[in-house]
């Protein structure tokens, strides 16, 4: 069954202090994976798509990383903005299966 | 570019009543998913359209849920009878195709009573 898994399930930092997040995987057949923000009462917002391992994507203070197993979500000089929860999703043969977040607080 | 709509936004009901749910995706996006939000928890798939046709249905509780998308435009997910753990929020999202990023509309927050 695919399954993903992210980690930590929640996460305090202080403004400036830099981190990542985890999101590993066990899917037949990855098509993608993408990276959403979620915001309290709102739609996830979509970030990024990445397709093959090695492949990275930035922007602003994220950056997002692929291997064969696993993504990371690098968070580079955090602002109190930036607190959110960070939904990781995979695209399977036909399904797009969700994990269950990491909430992110920035402290100022 | 208009965005994913989805209504009523709010809404409670009584155990047993039923409900339905509205879905305009994103003009020319042909897949469309259901998902199921409890709080804390990330988006469960209940049902995902690829056009008209059910892709994949295998965890929506079919004894009570049920979602149509006529001539692969709209959507409507219909719960009857509403159970107390349907409580949750219940998010539309489209893509162009298979494969791309989904864009999620605003939800509609379930509560039932």
């Known amino acids: 069954e695919d399954q993903v898994t992210q980690s930590p399930e929640a996460l305090r930092l202080q403004e400036g202090e830099s981190s990542s997040l985890n999101c590993s995987y066990t899917?037949?057949?990855?098509?993608?994976l993408f990276w959403y923000r979620q915001d309290p009462g709102k739609g996830p917002e979509f970030l990024f798509t990445l397709y093959s391992a090695g492949e990275e994507k930035e922007k602003e203070r994220l950056k997002a990383t692929l291997t064969k197993k696993e993504s990371f979500l690098h968070i580079t000089a955090p602002k109190p903005e930036d607190s959110a929860t960070y939904l990781c999703?995979?695209?399977?043969?036909?399904?797009?299966?969700f994990g269950q977040g990491t909430r992110l607080t920035i402290n100022p | 570019e208009a965005g994913v709509a989805q209504s009523p936004r709010y809404k409670i009901i009584e155990k047993r009543q039923s409900v339905a749910f509205w879905c305009n995706p994103i003009?020319?996006?042909?897949?469309l998913y259901w998902y199921q939000q409890i709080l804390g928890q990330g988006p469960k798939l209940l049902i995902q359209f690829q056009n008209n046709g059910v892709v994949d249905d295998s965890q929506l509780p079919k004894d009570r849920f049920s979602a149509e998308r006529l001539k692969g435009v709209d959507s409507t997910l219909k719960i009857q009878p509403a159970k107390l753990e349907d409580s949750a929020v219940y998010l539309c999202?489209?893509?162009?195709?298979?494969?791309?990023?989904?864009?999620f509309g605003q939800g509609t927050r379930l509560t039932v009573v």
């Open positions: 999202a489209s893509s162009f195709k298979q494969n791309t990023e989904a864009f």
């Open positions: 999703a995979v695209q399977a043969t036909q399904k797009l299966v």
């Open positions: 899917v037949s057949g990855l098509r993608g």
């Open positions: 003009s020319g996006h042909a897949t």
